[in-house]
């Protein structure tokens, strides 16, 4: 799947993008809306916190620098003490397990709270009026959805695409 995202004037226009995607067989848990504050996007699917977040990315640097820690205090905890090889092994798989999850969790916590750096770039043309559509659709179908959104649609500035989306959000 690749994330698309679409820069659109007004509400009117964002509602003809929609049911645009949606006659092109675009399910609507993939089609996602943001606008300014205070705007109500009526029927249209508004984008959760998932997508307006940094979560994502965040957890997944969590849980690197949480396993190589992990694995690092086992390192050190090994060490110390002559161990039985086996317990050695336990030990190894504990820490870099618990220091993964706690890094995951920590840099979850951390995203959650961060807005996204890839809609970032569009702050000022959010709040200036203008509203953003990201639109996850097939690799191979992204050519074809991007044609049929500037055919019908030429006042809608396509933003491009972001290279692979995780696949649970």
Do not use: N
């Given at each position: 799947?690749?994330r698309i995202?679409f820069?659109v004037?007004?509400?009117?226009t964002?509602?003809r993008i929609?049911d645009?995607l949606l006659l092109?067989?675009i399910?609507?848990?993939h089609?996602?809306?943001?606008?300014?504050?205070?705007?109500p996007l009526?029927?249209?699917p508004?984008a959760?916190?998932?997508q307006?977040?940094d979560?994502?990315?965040?957890v997944e640097?969590?849980?690197?620098?949480g396993?190589s820690a992990?694995?690092?205090a086992?390192?050190v905890?090994l060490?110390?003490?002559?161990a039985?090889?086996?317990?050695?092994g336990g030990?190894?798989?504990?820490?870099?397990?618990?220091?993964?999850?706690?890094?995951a969790w920590a840099?979850?916590?951390?995203?959650i709270s961060?807005a996204s750096s890839r809609?970032?770039q569009?702050?000022?043309?959010?709040?200036a009026?203008?509203l953003?559509?990201?639109a996850?659709v097939?690799?191979?179908?992204?050519?074809e959805?991007?044609?049929?959104i500037?055919a019908?649609?030429?006042s809608?500035?396509?933003?491009g695409?972001?290279?692979?989306?995780?696949?649970?959000?």
């Amino acid at each position: 799947m690749r994330r698309i995202y679409f820069l659109v004037p007004d509400i009117d226009t964002t509602r003809r993008i929609v049911d645009e995607l949606l006659l092109a067989r675009i399910e609507e848990r993939h089609i996602h809306v943001i606008a300014k504050r205070g705007v109500p996007l009526e029927d249209l699917p508004e984008a959760s916190l998932m997508q307006k977040s940094d979560f994502i990315p965040a957890v997944e640097r969590g849980l690197a620098l949480g396993g190589s820690a992990g694995i690092l205090a086992g390192l050190v905890a090994l060490s110390i003490p002559p161990a039985a090889a086996v317990v050695a092994g336990g030990v190894l798989l504990a820490s870099t397990v618990a220091g993964a999850g706690v890094g995951a969790w920590a840099g979850g916590l951390i995203g959650i709270s961060t807005a996204s750096s890839r809609i970032r770039q569009f702050e000022a043309a959010i709040e200036a009026g203008q509203l953003l559509v990201l639109a996850d659709v097939p690799k191979s179908r992204v050519e074809e959805i991007e044609g049929a959104i500037k055919a019908h649609l030429p006042s809608v500035e396509i933003e491009g695409t972001e290279p692979v989306i995780p696949a649970f959000p």
